[in-house]
C-alpha cells in the first residue's frame, strides 16, 4: 500500500517546495510507508523532512506543539496525543534530548497503544538506558531497536547519516528498510546498549577535537593568517580530522569575526561528553582527556557560549579562553 499525506505535491515530498531532489534511489520505491516521529528537534525535524522528501507519510509528535508548525507546513501530520502516535505506523522513531526525556515518552503514553509496532530510538543516550527502555518496550508487546547515529542536520536531510544499531538480529532486519532512507551505512555492533557504546565512543575523539583545535590555533593566531587560508592547511595535514571537511567553512567564518548557523550547540556537546564521562565511570574506566574537554566546555558554557555552534568553539578559545 502507498501511504501519502498532505498537498497534491506530497507524493513528490519537500523537494517540490525546497526545490531539491532526494539523493536517495528509494525515492522511486515502493511501498511507501508510514512513520511516525517522536521528538522534532534539530535532526529529528531533518529526518522528517527526509521522510516526506521521499514521499512517506509521516506523523509528528512534539512537547511542546508549537514546533511542528513547520513540519505541519512540510506536509507531516501533526498528533497531540503521545498515546495515538504509533497508530497505523509501520515504525515510530523517538529522537530524544538525554535519558530523562526518554523516561518522559515511553513511561508518558507512548507504549500504551504500541503492541506489535517497531520502534526505533536514535537518542543519544547511556548504554544502559537502551537496556532499560527495550524491556519495557518487549514488556508492551512492540519490537525495539536503538540506532544513534554520526553526522548532523545537513546529513540528515540527505539521508547520509551513519547508524549504529543495537538489538535483536529480527528486529534490525525490520528496522533496516527505515534506517535506510536516513542512513547512507548502517552496522549492526550488538546487542541493546551496543549502539549507544559505539556512538560515544566514535564521538568521543570529536570532542576532544574541538578544544584541540582551538589549541593549536591560538599557537599559530600572532601570525595573523588569512581563517579560509588556515583551516585548508590544516584539512591537508595530519593536523586535520575529516570532520574539517564539512566543518572548515564555518569554523574559517567564526574565525574571521562572521556569524555561523547553529546546527550543534555547545549544550548539546556538554550533554555528550558527560554521557561518556559517567560510562566510563560505571565501567571504571580513566578518561582524563576527556574530563579535561568538559571542565573547558562548561568553562565556555558560563562565559555564554552555551547555545553558540560548536564551529565557534575554536574562535572563542582563541579570544577568551586561551587567556591565562
Known sequence: MVYIYGSKNAGRGCAALQGTEPSHT????????????AGTGKMGSAMARRLITLGHQVSVWNRTAERLKPLVEAGCRPVADLAALPAGTDAVITML???????????????SQAAGKLIIDMSTVQPS?????????AAAGAAYVECPVGGTVGPALEGKLLGFAGGAQADVTRARPVLDLLCRRVEHVGPLG????????????????????GEALSLIAPLGLDPVRV?????????????????GPNIAKALAGQPVPVTVELAT??????????????????????EATLKSFDDAANRG????????????????????
Not at 534530548?97 to 507504549?111: C, E, K, M, S
Not at 538506558?129 to 518496550?137: H, P, Y
Not at 583551516?231 to 566543518?247: Q, V
Request: neutral net charge.
Open 26 to 37: 528509494h525515492f522511486t520505491q515502493e511501498p511507501y510507508m508510514h512513520i511516525a516521529i
Open 97 to 111: 534530548t538525554d535519558d530523562a526525556a526518554l523516561d518522559q515518552v515511553y513511561a508518558g503514553g507512548l507504549l
Open 129 to 137: 538506558k537502551q537496556r532499560e527502555t527495550g524491556a519495557q518496550v
Open 194 to 213: 551496543a549502539g549507544a557504546t559505539m556512538k560515544l565512543a566514535i564521538n568521543l575523539p570529536l570532542m576532544v577535537y574541538w578544544q584541540t583545535l
Open 231 to 247: 583551516i585548508d592547511i590544516f584539512s591537508e595535514t595530519s593536523g586535520g580530522a575529516n570532520m574539517l571537511k564539512a566543518r
Open 269 to 290: 556537546m556538554r550533554k555528550d561528553v558527560r554521557t561518556m564521562l559517567g560510562f566510563g565511570a560505571a565501567h571504571q574506566l580513566r578518561l582524563p582527556v576527556t
Open 305 to 324: 557560549m552555551n547555545q553558540a555552534d560548536c564551529t565557534q568553539l575554536p574562535a572563542w578559545w582563541i579570544k577568551e579562553g586561551s587567556k591565562t
